[in-house]
């Protein structure tokens, strides 16, 4: 976790506890708890525009979108590796066949 995160947590755990030594029952300060984060979460997605039914349908495709982007690097990257292996391995057997005079016989 961040230090906000933590900090967060020491706040509310403080804050929680001075509301029990003033006669607030734990349960009704967890559910006030539970009950703001909830109205926070809901708050947060509603400005991140998924609060509504179709919300749940658009992630998923974002993520399917994301992994196809991630699969066609993976791709590109497989076969441009693929391509410069080649490449070098032709330039190897050019290297060789120069070498050994073996150009004589192809240019009679």
């Known amino acids: ?12 755990a403080s804050l929680m506890a001075q509301a029990e030594g003033r006669g607030v029952d734990l349960i009704t300060l967890r559910a006030l708890v539970e009950e703001s984060s909830q109205a926070g ?6 400005s991140l525009g998924l609060d509504d039914e179709r919300a749940r349908r658009d992630m998923d495709e974002l993520r399917e979108l994301l992994s196809a982007w991630r699969d066609a690097k993976r791709s590109a990257w497989r076969a441009v590796v693929t391509w410069a ?10 290297g060789i066949a120069v070498r050994l005079r073996l150009t004589d016989l192809v240019v009679q």
Not at 86 to 94: N, Y
């Open 1 to 12: 976790m961040t230090n906000v995160a933590l900090s967060a947590e020491a706040l509310l």
């Open 41 to 46: 979460a809901r708050r947060a997605l509603a």
């Open 85 to 94: 292996v080649r490449l070098m391995l032709a330039m190897l057997l050019i």
